[in-house]
């Protein structure tokens, strides 16, 4: 009789808790994004926290909260900065676009020199911007049958804008809590993850911070910084709208060949432009930069932290990109290294069964 009653009392405890997951799941679902970055960058920036934490011993509210402000400074400072920059070189596009409505520019006579577009780009350029009141024409009939649904998508375009600086500004609150109690429930984890894993709970715990760590400087930090340099080369060289196009190319990074393309059209239209000596030195620099932060920097970090192959790591940021959007830029990778322990444990068999292998 007790064995009659044991399975459907075990199915109801499963349920209880499947009930009690996907409730949890509903009521934190807004927040999930914001946690789930918190708890990327904690792993990631762990390291520093011990360290402060060391300085500031039997202080973990203060020691949590230098980090947390250490972090912020570090990432939210330096791309504030960069969006404020970019923000300038839209105003400045916009500024050209009034004045080609007002009064008209005429088309560059290099224009019609580069290859294969050359006479659609004149072309385009005199129909839109060379003739006064062109642009406003244009968006007077654009604008004039789909005007609620313009309406909306800036509303969206708004709504998205603060909705993601909201919960950036949430996962550092979460990340402070993260950091004063992260080795509590670091320990209540591993004993969770023990009891139902067992053995198969150390190799994969393990292996997340390095693949965590290695994605954020190998992806993120990489990144940005790559952006910065050249969007500074791309200002002395004289390329319009230098912030937005070095954004751009360090972006594009990931796609083989990609950046190095953007640079040589870069090039051709300072070379048509009449500034070759800037053409010179942005190819030839921006080469090396890409070269050495795609090429070199961003696979040793990674593969070092991950022992994946880079083209691993492409299909791991781009998938996840694709399916868990800008969070998958780490999470993609991670999941990969993941595949990997398995595979690894799969290929191995349990020790009791190597023993008794001849």
């Given amino acids: 009789m007790a064995e009659h009653l044991k399975q459907p009392k075990t199915l109801i405890s499963i349920l209880f808790t499947v009930l009690i997951i996907l409730g949890a799941t509903v009521v934190l679902s807004p927040f999930l994004l914001a946690i789930l970055w918190a708890g990327i960058i904690a792993t990631a920036f762990w390291p520093l926290h011990c360290r402060i934490r060391s300085k500031l011993p039997g202080r973990p509210n203060l020691s949590a909260f230098t980090t947390t402000l250490v972090v912020a400074l570090l990432l939210v400072g ?34 019609v020199q580069v290859p294969v577009f050359g006479d659609l780009l004149a072309a385009t350029w005199k129909k839109y911007l060379a003739i006064p009141r062109q642009i406003s024409g244009l968006l007077r009939d654009t604008l004039s049958q789909p005007l609620g649904l313009v309406q909306r998508a800036a509303s969206v375009l708004v709504l998205d804008f603060f909705g993601r600086v909201a919960t950036l500004f949430f996962a550092l609150w979460v990340l402070f809590f993260f950091y004063r109690d992260g080795s509590a429930l670091t320990v209540r984890m591993n004993r969770i993850g023990t009891e139902w894993l067992g053995a198969r709970w150390k190799p994969y715990v393990s292996h997340m911070p390095p693949a965590l760590r290695a994605a954020v400087n190998g992806l993120v930090i990489v990144s940005f910084a790559e952006a910065v340099i050249l969007s500074v080369l791309f200002y002395f060289c004289g390329v319009f709208a230098p912030v937005i196009l070095g954004t751009a190319t360090a972006l594009i990074a990931f796609i083989p060949m990609a950046a190095p393309a953007l640079l040589g059209i870069l090039g051709m239209v300072l070379i048509l432009s009449g500034h070759g000596a800037e053409a010179i030195v942005l190819m030839s620099a921006g080469m090396l930069i890409v070269m050495v932060a795609d090429y070199l920097v961003r696979p040793l970090l990674i593969q070092g932290g991950t022992h994946l192959p880079f083209l691993a790591v492409l299909f791991g940021v781009f998938g996840g990109v694709i399916t868990m959007g800008i969070v998958g830029l780490i999470i993609g990778p991670v999941l990969l290294v993941l595949l990997v322990v398995f595979f690894d444990e799969a290929s191995h068999p349990p020790p009791e069964e190597a023993a008794a292998l001849p």
């Fill in 78 to 111: 330096p791309m504030i900065g960069l969006f404020a920059f970019m923000v300038t070189d839209v105003l400045e596009l916009l500024t050209i676009l009034r004045t080609a409505d007002q009064k008209g520019i005429p088309t560059p006579k290099w224009l």
